[in-house]
């Protein structure tokens, strides 16, 4: 990582990289914590080194606020973190390991927990691309006709990928070094209401079966983003319409799974 980093000297850096699987977390924690926490260190430690240091932005999570006390309300930068996976706490580890290279090197690092976000070419491994990906199969008769899914009663806060990526552009232009920025919708919708949208624009009735294997042994009801430090920074706000990256996310399933 030092060596690349002193070959390209990067004037920002994008810093994404990591395992996402919170299932994952869960069979192996100790892989996902070395891994998260162990790569940003060294990226971290080699951009330090330069003279010109770069922009860095670091990309957290929901899942840094695992289980939010009291009633369901939307989350701010200022909520309690409190992670209830071992993905959760690897991502206040990097949270916090950016905010305090810039304490003690004045690194330029600007943090953002980004919420649910979604779109096409999202792993199948995550809930609406399977939900898509398992409908495009059985319009091809590929998979028998029935939906597998795990619990639809969640309600999370999903922005188009694109909305966010965007975002993220924003944030290394226009954010604080050392500031931390929510970024998300501020609406929460249930799978539920997510599966019967996707559902509607099947060719085809599909009946639904759940797994209780898919069901997470922890998963907070509701997640909602309070995104207004960031929007009063930046004047972002998500322009694509749910529907719309449900419609974008179902077409691109149907294209893999017809040229496969």
């Known amino acids: 990582m030092d060596a690349l980093v002193k070959r390209l000297r990067p004037d920002w850096v994008f810093h994404l990289a990591a395992l ?30 330069l003279d010109k240091k770069p922009r860095i932005l670091v990309i957290g999570s929901t899942d840094e606020y695992g289980q939010p006390s009291g009633r ?11 992670p209830v996976t071992p993905y959760g706490v690897s991502k206040v580890a990097q949270d916090f390991l950016a905010f305090q290279y810039y304490l003690s090197l004045k690194l330029p690092v600007v943090r953002v927990r980004a919420f649910n976000h979604t779109g096409p070419r999202q792993s199948s491994h995550f809930a609406i691309p399977s939900f ?6 059985i319009e091809l008769g590929r998979q028998r006709p029935q939906l597998t899914v795990g619990n639809l009663d969640v309600r999370r806060d999903f922005t188009d990928v694109r909305d966010m990526v965007r975002a993220y552009r924003l944030a290394i232009e226009k954010g604080r070094p050392g ?12 799978l539920r209401r997510i599966l019967a ?5 099947s060719r085809r009735p599909v ?13 907070p009801r509701t ?3 309070d995104a207004g430090r960031f929007r009063r920074a930046t004047g972002w706000r998500p322009q694509i ?11 691109y399933w149907r294209r893999v799974e017809a040229a496969s």
């Open 241 to 251: 319409p749910l529907g719309d990256t449900l419609r974008d996310t179902l077409e």
């Open 20 to 49: 996402s699987s919170v299932a994952d977390s869960w069979a192996d924690p100790a892989a996902t914590l070395i891994n998260n926490v162990g790569a940003q260190a060294n990226l971290l430690a080699a951009a330090a080194r």
């Open 223 to 225: 997640y909602i983003c």
């Open 197 to 201: 949208s996707l559902m509607g624009m």
């Open 207 to 219: 009946p639904v079966r759940v797994d209780r294997a898919l069901i997470r042994t922890v998963d």
């Open 179 to 190: 500031a931390v920025y929510n970024l998300g919708s501020g609406r929460a919708v249930s």
């Open 132 to 137: 898509a990906r398992q409908l495009a199969r």
């Open 72 to 82: 369901a309300r939307a989350l701010d930068e200022d909520t309690p973190l409190r």
